[in-house]
């Protein structure tokens, strides 16, 4: 199976900082790695697909980049909402790995 | 608009086994992949397996083979998730989502297993 990891897993920041989530991947898996965000009792909201696609309605805030084993999540201009959990997941081959999530706080 | 509803809340002791339902509406049912997630209690997302609602062909994680089961109904535009054997670990909530990349998602199925 291919290992996420995520990094930080724990993160507190303010509103209006740009914060910056890592997620490896134990072997390349190109750009198969979506980014969702959870609130808590909520499901999972697709953020970015293909590793830098934004979704449709998601503002530009938020960006994506990477590919083969190390990815990024970008958030720029925190606002209110955004505080959440974030998740990556590969797509590159069976199961579906996910990282073990990062929590971003208000500080 | 495209929208997946789950069944409702589930209790089931140790041993016993539990199905939920996913039902699909909005878009054409058999032209995507739908995933089974879960999520323990203040834990991570975790993957189990894949239908294809065409094919009907799955895909399981190992860590629940032999005890997941996915099928559909094509005509009801339903997808059920069958668990087996469950003990207190399988606690969760049980999400149903769409397409490989998952654009749409149920609202989740709470499964409490105790004794």
């Known amino acids: 199976d291919i290992q996420l990891t995520q990094s930080p897993s724990f993160l507190s920041a303010s509103v209006g900082d740009r914060v910056t989530i890592t997620c490896r991947a134990s072997q390349g898996i190109s750009s198969y790695l979506a980014w969702y965000q959870q609130k808590p009792g909520r499901a999972p909201k697709l953020l970015v697909s293909?590793?830098?696609t934004l979704q449709t309605g998601v503002p530009s805030r938020f960006s994506g980049s990477g590919s083969g084993t190390e990815f990024t999540l970008t958030i720029n201009n925190l606002q209110p909402e955004d505080f959440a959990s974030y998740y990556c997941?590969?797509?590159?081959?069976?199961?579906?790995?996910f990282g073990q999530g990062t929590k971003l706080e208000i500080q | 608009q495209v929208q997946l509803v789950q069944s409702g809340t589930e209790v089931k002791k140790p041993g016993a086994s539990v199905k939920i339902s996913c039902k699909a509406s909005g878009y054409s049912f058999t032209k995507y992949y739908i995933h089974w997630v879960r999520q323990a209690p203040g834990q991570g997302l975790e993957w189990m397996g894949i239908i294809n609602a065409g094919l009907g062909s799955t895909n399981y994680s190992q860590k629940f083979q032999g005890r997941i089961t996915l099928t559909r109904d094509t005509s009801t535009r339903t997808v059920y998730m069958e668990l087996s054997s469950l003990r207190s670990e399988d606690t969760a909530l049980y999400f149903c989502?769409?397409?490989?990349?998952?654009?749409?998602w149920g609202q989740g199925t709470l499964v409490t297993v105790s004794s």
């Open positions: 293909a590793a830098s």
């Open positions: 989502a769409r397409k490989t990349y998952s654009d749409y």
């Open positions: 997941q590969q797509v590159n081959s069976y199961p579906y790995t």
